[in-house]
């Protein structure tokens, strides 16, 4: 604290999702404070500002007085997958080769069933095609080929590129990708059409604008159309975006921030704003709490940890396993495959603000996919919203506050909601407004616990293998639900569950990360200097993705000294479809015997990841990708650790609640409890509600809910103490 005792904010993090934006400050000692707003799509500066404020009060202060101490600024949200999923982009332009043109049309086959429900995989008449981001006219294709070995076969037709470039630039577009055969082996092809685009640009007084993009300088990795799909959406959406950004940098700039804004990245890093590839952070939001549970597991020692995530849009699953995430090389987004490491995340379209319909033909509930996202529901007049959402169903169950939420600034109609229950929901369901809304809720909560658990046995554990981890605005309020009668080793959920996300971000490395295709064979034949020339080449690569990180850092002023790099590689046996990356035992691979170890670090990662007894080291091993990471030094919060005390918390209201079966149907009298004035070492005996400005925790008959000493809730059954 300051002389006067006044607070001094060190670290900010924000996370910006489809209905709240969350913003999470720390000060010198570790402390923090969660503040809370509607997000602001139109402009997320104002959403931002308006959380920043919500936080900084809590100390009596305020962003022009906070800003100035902060050292570290990170930023997480959904602008750019929504530029994306609304088609807002930038016009674009693209170069493919000759006989190419048509490839954002035609797709690959599973591209074009992403998303699509069961029923819709099976039945043709409702499959349908993406609508490509680049309309076939400004698909330019040019002769050339490099084939798959890295060597020219047809060497590059000039005239067709010249006459390409010029036919885009005449056409007005905002930016050119080039994505060529092979250039992640050989990128000659390519550098050369950037070259020629130059000249066509230089004649047309076009030299500072219509940036062009390189699949091989931004995505240098095999999978043709993924790589496309990447380097186009980089332009797309991902370059419109930095206008988002910079309206957030810039807010925090007039009210006096030191800082330079970093964003959450899809590796599980944060990278500077001004960064070349951008389109990593298309999905920050979800990253940062797979970050934070990492933080947390590692802080309180547990090995494997079940991230779950409910906001109003989606539920977000992730597993860390041994203390550490999944990244997959070619994750699918808003209907997309792509090229770019992603930290694995399963994701569905149920939230609180997740839309409820009785289906017409079946007569059955349906959740989603759509939502009302930061227009909440029904409830909320100012919102416009006429469909039902599952935050109407928990008013109208007594479970939410009508007047208390966001800590009073929203007041929610119950009769609004009540009525609409009863017209879309009850009547045609033949139940009351009360049983439809409880059968709905406990249908929600059977869906989230179907896909958290199915996460784990499709991996070969069981739950009781895992502490189950509950974040986001809506997870307290279910978290009972989706947990019921599942054997989780323990339920988490941090009192600071609403911003935990923020947090994660404010957890995470300034981090960049860059991958290489090079599928390197290391067959059982191998003699020593076969091994040998292979490690020479691995080691060359990596070489080469240094100079790469380096020069991303150096746009934020940071020295090459100042980076420490971690060289990483994806491996399989030779054959197969799926590979794995671990970090390599030596940072350069000098003989045959450092890339023995480099196998025998594979055999130990696959072991974990499979068994002992699937390992096949007669077939060989394919190195795929090489990888480095380079991070450097930023400030972190800490764990909270508070002295845990005797007693009880004071109650703050009773209201009847219904809680589905639980309670037969009836309304039960119900203890509430503010979040502020629960202390570590406070149990709360269900049924209690506790709540907060920024969420809602619900705890059911028969379950009870103890506060740790870093302000983590275990929530567990009665009998079990």
């Known amino acids: 604290m300051s002389e006067n005792g006044a607070r001094i904010p060190r670290v900010l993090a924000i ?5 709240m934006t969350d913003t999470f400050v720390v000060d010198e000692h570790g402390s923090f404070v969660v503040g809370k707003a509607q997000t602001t799509p139109e402009d997320e500066s104002i959403g931002f500002i308006a959380s920043a404020r919500d936080a900084l009060e ?9 800003f100035p101490s902060i050292v570290s600024g990170i930023y997480s949200g959904t602008a750019m997958i929504n530029r994306l999923l609304q088609r807002q982009g930038l016009r674009i332009g693209c170069i493919v080769n000759a006989g190419h043109e048509d490839c954002l049309r035609l797709e690959r086959g599973i591209q074009t069933y992403l998303g699509s429900s069961y029923s819709d995989r099976l039945h043709v008449a409702t499959h349908h095609h993406n609508e490509p981001l680049v309309p076939r006219s400004r698909m330019k294709g040019v002769r050339g080929r490099i084939d798959v070995f890295g060597d020219e076969v047809l060497p590059l037709r000039e005239q067709d590129v010249r006459e390409g470039a010029a036919a885009l630039l005449d056409d007005g577009v905002q930016g050119i990708v080039v994505s ?63 206008t988002t950004l910079k309206a957030v940098r810039d807010v925090t700039k007039r009210n006096g921030a030191p800082f330079e804004l970093r964003v959450m990245a899809a590796h599980g890093g944060t990278v500077s704003i001004e960064t070349n590839v951008l389109g990593r952070t298309l999905v920050s939001g979800p990253i940062g ?68 319909r009785v289906n017409p033909n079946s007569n059955r509930p349906e959740l989603g996919p759509d939502s009302a996202g930061s227009r909440i529901g029904v409830s909320w007049a100012t919102g416009g919203t006429e469909i039902v959402s599952v935050t109407d169903l928990n008013l109208v169950l007594g479970r939410l ?10 007041e929610l109609d119950v009769e609004l909601a009540r009525a609409a229950i009863e017209r879309q929901l009850a009547r045609p369901l033949g139940l009351s407004v009360e049983a439809a809304s409880a059968g709905v809720i406990e249908l929600f909560e059977q869906t989230l616990k179907n896909e958290a658990v199915g996460r784990i046995l499709g991996k070969g554990y069981a739950p009781a293998d895992y502490t189950l981890l509950c974040y986001g605005g809506g997870g307290p309020l279910h978290v009972a639900g989706y947990t019921e009668g599942v054997t989780y080793r323990e339920v988490l959920v941090p009192a600071w569950a609403a911003g935990f996300s923020a947090f994660g971000c404010a957890c995470a490395d300034f981090e960049y990360r860059s991958d290489q295709t090079v599928d390197l064979p290391l067959l059982p034949s191998f003699g020593e200097d076969e091994r040998a020339g292979i490690g020479m080449m691995v080691t060359g690569a990596w070489h080469g993705l240094q100079d790469r990180v380096a020069r991303e850092f150096s746009k934020s002023g940071i020295e090459r000294d100042a980076i420490t790099f971690t060289h990483t590689v994806r491996m399989q046996y030779y054959g197969q479809l799926n590979d794995i990356e671990f970090v390599s035992p030596h940072a350069a691979l000098a003989d045959a015997s450092q890339v023995d170890d480099l196998i025998a670090a594979f055999e130990d990662a696959y072991a974990k990841v499979y068994a002992s007894s699937a390992r096949s080291p007669e077939v060989g091993y394919l190195v795929t990708h090489v990888v480095v990471h380079g991070r450097t030094g930023v400030e972190k919060p800490a764990l909270p650790r508070s002295p845990e005390q005797a007693g009880s918390p004071p109650l703050k209201a009773r209201r009847p609640v219904h809680w589905g079966p639980a309670s037969e149907g009836e309304f039960v009298e119900t203890e509430i409890f503010q979040l502020e004035e629960i202390a570590a070492g406070h149990s709360l005996e269900g049924p209690a509600i506790v709540e907060h400005a920024a969420t809602t925790f619900a705890i059911p008959p028969g379950r009870s809910a103890r506060l740790d000493e870093h302000h983590i809730f275990h929530l567990t059954h009665t009998e079990e103490g």
């Not at 809590?58 to 906070?66: A, M």
């Not at 082996?185 to 066509?200: D, G, Y």
């Not at 990492?294 to 860390?320: E, H, K, P, W, Y």
């Not at 997309?336 to 603000?353: C, E, H, M, Q, Y």
């Open 58 to 66: 809590q100390w009596g202060s305020t962003p022009e007085e906070g």
């Open 15 to 19: 996370d910006a999702g489809g209905t």
């Open 401 to 410: 506050n009508p007047d208390y939420f966001l800590g009073g600034e929203i």
């Open 289 to 356: 709490g797979v970050v934070g549970g990492q933080a947390l597991a590692s802080g309180m020692g547990l090995r494997n940890v079940l991230c779950t995530d409910i906001g109003g849009t989606s539920f977000d699953v992730a597993l860390i396993t041994d203390g550490r995430f999944e990244i997959t090389q070619t994750p699918d987004i808003a209907r997309f495959v792509l090229n770019l490491p992603l930290v694995r995340i399963d994701s569905i379209g149920a939230g609180t603000g997740s839309f409820v």
């Open 180 to 242: 060529l055969l092979f250039s992640y082996r050989n990128a000659a092809h390519e550098q050369r059409v950037a070259e020629i685009i130059a000249e066509e640009k230089a004649a047309r007084g076009l030299d500072g604008s219509v940036p062009v993009f390189l699949s091989s300088e931004l995505y240098p990795m095999r999978r043709d159309l993924p790589r496309l799909n990447s380097t186009v959406i980089e332009a797309y959406a991902a370059e419109p975006s930095r």
